[in-house]
């Protein structure tokens, strides 16, 4: 589809490692059941550290349908591919960069150039305690590494485009636009530099595998009614919910009508969905598939995750969680950080 000017200057090592390693299948055959898919959430994030290219790898070679981004914008414009608008929690910013905390103490990345953050080690999630890092997810990959870096948006492309030529499929992107409101009042328009992108990289209208999508209801209206048209293109939206209060109408009948004016897909908070205090194998099953169905709304819960303490008390394992979910409340798709469990779900249905 393009060509990979950017992925030349990348150390592809690792990337390749978890390609070649014969962990994984050789063969990658889409997830899908009928139309359902699989989202990776940060990429392998259950297996790798979030939103690094191997993490993506891997999700690739797992068979994921769509690998996500979350994007942000630096100091210099650049799109990176980080989950927080702070840079705190998954690299060793503190510790490089002394002297450069806003006055809530983190480090924020559009407050920092490119080749700042391209010189920051990353690593898995974690918070520090009494001077100590502590891993978010203990069973997850080790700290103890610096092999890891932060890429950008034009890269991650380059990657999955790359691999869908050399294997012949079509994995999609699902790009989030973060905190748009907050890069904004930074003077910094994050969602037209999104599209301006995706266009580049010849994602132009809706058949084309990509979601954008944000949390925030104001930026999918400008995006809808301003950006997209703008750029010349078409393409698929999601609108994410939380369990904020001030979004408390996004769950109602006619919230959803309403989303459904500007947008493709709904990405809820699982819990909306399945009450997590369903008792076990009686799961309580929301009304709003149905109110999205109605509207035309593909529907894409997050987050699904394996670690302990993640699994509701309703299902008494994973696999009963995605039965669940595509099965009996009918999603179209689901985000989680293991995509190999839902791909291998998925084909066994
Ligand atoms: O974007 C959907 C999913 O990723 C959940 O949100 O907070 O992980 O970006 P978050
Ligand atoms: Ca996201």
């Known amino acids: 589809m393009q060509v990979f000017p950017v992925l030349k200057r990348l150390t592809l090592g690792a990337i390749v490692m978890s390609l070649v390693a014969g962990i994984l299948p050789a063969s990658t055959a889409l997830a899908q059941s009928g139309d359902k898919i699989v989202v990776a959430h940060r990429g392998a994030s259950g297996y ?45 910013v503190a510790e ?6 806003r006055e ?56 999955v485009q790359g691999l869908n030529r050399s294997t012949g499929r079509d994995v999609g992107i699902y790009p989030e636009i973060k905190s748009p409101a907050f890069h904004l009042a930074e003077g910094k328009d994050l969602g037209r530099a999104v599209i301006k992108v995706l266009k580049e990289y010849g ?5 084309d595998k990509v979601f954008v ?27 994410l919910v939380d369990g904020g209060d001030e ?12 989303i459904a004016r500007y947008a493709d897909g709904l990405g809820p908070e699982k819990s909306m969905i399945v009450d997590r205090r369903s008792p076990p194998g009686a799961p309580i099953i929301s009304p709003l598939v149905g109110y999205a169905h109605a509207n035309g709304l593909q529907v894409h819960p997050y987050t699904f995750r394996l670690d302990p303490g993640q699994l509701p008390g309703y299902a008494d394992s994973f696999e009963q969680m995605l039965e669940i979910f595509y099965f009996q ?11 190999d469990r839902a791909v291998n779900f998925l084909r066994g249905r």
């Open 213 to 239: 999508q944000t949390f925030e209801f104001d930026e999918l209206k400008r995006l809808h009614d301003e950006i997209l048209p703008e750029a010349g293109i078409d393409l698929n939206l999601v609108q």
């Open 96 to 101: 490089r960069f002394p002297g450069r905390a």
């Open 247 to 258: 979004n408390a109408w996004m769950q109602t009948e006619d919230g959803i009508a309403e």
């Open 329 to 339: 409340a009918d999603v179209d798709g689901v985000f989680t950080d293991f995509p």
């Open 48 to 92: 790798l550290p979030e939103h690094s290219l191997p993490a993506k790898a891997m999700a690739y070679a797992m068979g994921a349908d769509y690998i996500e981004q979350d994007v942000v914008m630096t100091r210099d414009d650049q799109l990176i591919v980080i989950h927080d608008i702070t840079l705190d929690r998954t690299t060793d």
């Open 104 to 159: 809530d103490g983190l480090h924020y990345a559009v407050d920092f150039t490119l080749d700042e953050i391209l010189s920051l080690h990353v690593t898995e999630g974690f918070t520090v305690e009494n001077g100590q890092k502590r891993q978010l997810y203990p069973e997850r990959f080790p700290m103890e590494t610096s092999i890891f870096r932060v890429h950008t948006l034009a890269q991650e492309i380059e990657l």
């Open 203 to 207: 994602y132009t209208q809706k058949s």
